[in-house]
């Protein structure tokens, strides 16, 4: 019993001599730099989301490397995987909507433009297959690999076509979500006048 009796004092002995150094403390906080909040690292996240975005419409646009364009998407992938678990409550709420819906329509673009361009590859493959077979092939097989050829060219030209028509579409996002990015800075300045 004594020992619990020294115990409680001690304890009330020390906690005023805690409490002003806490109200130090709590005073000096607000002069420190406050976190961004939750709302403002999605925003930046969203806008180094833009920045891959770009960077991958800028390939697809010259159609340079197709391994470059696939290390770009899937470093999109991640990203986006990572604002959505990360940013679900801000998402919910709407915030920087303005922003975030032309880059989500700019992401799908660009994977939907991923398919194609691998479509294009594959049919490429098919059709130089097929070219090789109508030049190894006997004079009786010819017409066969001919049709094979041609098949193979039609598949070819019309999965460079979806490639063509979603490439437009990719970029026509990228530029939406830039113009979006732009009209947020011009209201930030704005606010700050």
């Given at each position: ?101 032309p880059l989500s329509d700019a992401c799908a ?44 060219q039609a598949k070819h030209a019309d999965a ?34």
């Open positions: 019993m004594r020992t619990l009796t020294t115990l409680a004092f001690v304890v009330v002995s020390l906690t005023p001599s805690f409490a002003p150094s806490l109200g130090l403390a709590q005073q000096s906080a607000p002069s420190q730099a406050q976190p961004p909040s939750a709302s403002e690292r999605l925003r930046k996240e969203l806008l180094l989301l833009l920045a891959d975005v770009r960077s991958a419409a800028d390939v697809l646009g010259a159609q340079s490397s197709y391994d470059g364009f696939m290390f770009k998407i899937g470093k999109i992938e991640k990203r986006v995987s990572s604002i959505r678990s990360k940013y679900q409550i801000p998402l919910s709420r709407g915030d920087h909507k303005a922003l975030g819906a673009a660009l994977y939907a433009a991923a398919s194609d361009w691998k479509q294009v590859r594959l049919a490429a493959n098919e059709v130089a297959g097929a070219q090789r077979a109508v030049a190894h092939a006997a004079s009786w097989e010819v017409t066969f690999y001919q049709r094979q050829l041609q098949a193979a460079q076509k979806r490639l063509t028509d979603h490439t437009v579409t990719a970029l026509a996002s990228v530029q939406t979500a830039t113009r979006a990015q732009d009209a947020q800075k011009k209201q930030a300045i704005a606010a700050q006048k």
